[in-house]
């Protein structure tokens, strides 16, 4: 018997985050799970490699996602709704992973949690991982924004469940709305004073200019990739999903694109190879994506989505940063996240008063 290989991309499962594997074993009824490793990252939904002995069972290995420790299933760590988003999206949108189960009885393992099979493939972390030339980076840039053009062109009337995402017009107000209350929940004695930038997202806020499939966490290391070619094999991730303004989509991917010629500190957000030699800046992605999916930008440019997109990336700091101030998680990784919530204010305050992008 070769027994499961560990998955480079995964880790040991972090004590807090363990859960009962023989009751999930017993749940999907594919044979006992041979080893379970924790996929890096996690700060909202969990996501676990389920590993099979192939010799033994005879099945491929799996992918469970679940909420964190104490967080409920419902509303920003939705299951069902994770789980029901990428099944409507299979016929339409291919580059979704396979949904093998939903579990929503939480007295399995505590919580509610969904399996999906495991795509194949290399997801680009910090670093590839391996050498990538400056074409193949130029050429994975263009495959991955023809894969969101290719999203927000998703026909979304031709399917029920993703028709019934769709609240209509105002989509930019309500996200403004909505992400400042989260962000007021979430504050701490070391938030900052971000009065003068909610005053101006909430006063520059554009109309809608479609209403579109959006994925709100579209990243490089959301993509499962094949390695030779570096074409996208899928796109994970789908807790965020929804229909929307495909402009604010892409302002919250860029949030997280750190270029080579950022400053030092903003080098440590980091979190995709997006330094390495022959990868696009943000401003040629924008240009780049309003000519592929035939969207002009409002008369106020670009400034709104970015601004926004760096704030809503201060929100999701600012939370993590809550959690573990008031001790509701014992992960050290996250103490840097309040200097992070700061820094973003200056960059935000700076790109009011005219500072480059």
């Known amino acids: 018997m070769t027994g499961p290989t560990p998955d480079p991309s995964s880790s040991a499962v972090r004590d807090e985050d363990a859960f009962d594997v023989p009751a999930v074993a017993a749940y999907l009824g594919r044979g006992p799970i ?29 992918v469970l996602r679940r909420p964190p420790a104490g967080a409920k299933a419902r509303g920003a760590h939705d299951m069902a709704r994770e789980h029901d988003v990428q099944a409507a999206l299979a016929p339409v949108f291919p580059q979704v992973p396979a949904m093998v189960a ?21 997801i680009p972390r910090q670093d ?32 029920p469940a993703l028709t019934a995402l769709n609240r209509g017009d105002g989509y930019v107000a309500r996200q403004v709305g909505g992400w400042t209350r989260r962000f007021a929940d979430a504050r701490t004695d070391d938030t900052g004073d971000w009065s003068d930038v909610l005053a101006w997202l ?9 209403q579109r499939l959006i994925h709100n966490d579209f990243r490089l290391d959301n993509l499962v990739l094949d390695p030779d070619t570096l074409g996208v094999r899928a796109v994970l991730d789908w807790e965020m999903a929804t229909v929307g303004d495909p402009l604010m989509d892409l302002g919250g991917a860029l949030a997280y694109w750190v270029e080579a010629t950022d400053d030092e500190v903003f080098q440590l957000f980091r979190r995709q190879p997006t330094t390495t030699p ?3 800046t ?13 969207l002009s930008l409002p008369d106020g440019g670009w400034r709104f989505y970015e601004v926004f997109g760096l704030f809503r990336l ?7 940063w809550y959690r573990y101030v ?8 996250y103490a840097v996240f309040g200097p992070a919530v700061g820094y973003l204010e200056t960059r935000c305050r700076g790109l009011l008063s005219g500072g480059a992008s």
């Open 282 to 294: 943000r401003d040629r992605l924008v240009d780049a994506y309003l000519e592929r999916s035939g």
């Open 314 to 320: 201060a929100v999701i700091a600012q939370q993590i």
């Open 128 to 159: 590839f991982g391996f050498p990538v030339s400056p074409e193949q980076a130029d050429n994975l840039c263009d495959r991955a924004l023809d894969t969101l053009v290719a999203l927000h062109g998703v026909d979304v009337d031709a399917v």
């Open 202 to 210: 909430d006063e520059h806020q554009p109309a809608d200019v479609a």
């Open 34 to 62: 041979a080893g379970v490793r924790q996929f890096r990252g996690g700060a909202s939904n969990l996501t676990y490699l389920l590993q099979y002995d192939a010799d033994v069972t005879g099945q491929p290995d799996l």
């Open 102 to 122: 939903l579990c929503t009885d939480e007295s399995v393992i505590g919580s509610e949690f969904y399996v999906m099979e495991k795509v194949a493939g290399a």
């Open 278 to 280: 022959g990868m696009w």
């Open 326 to 333: 008031h001790r509701q998680t014992t992960n050290e990784s």
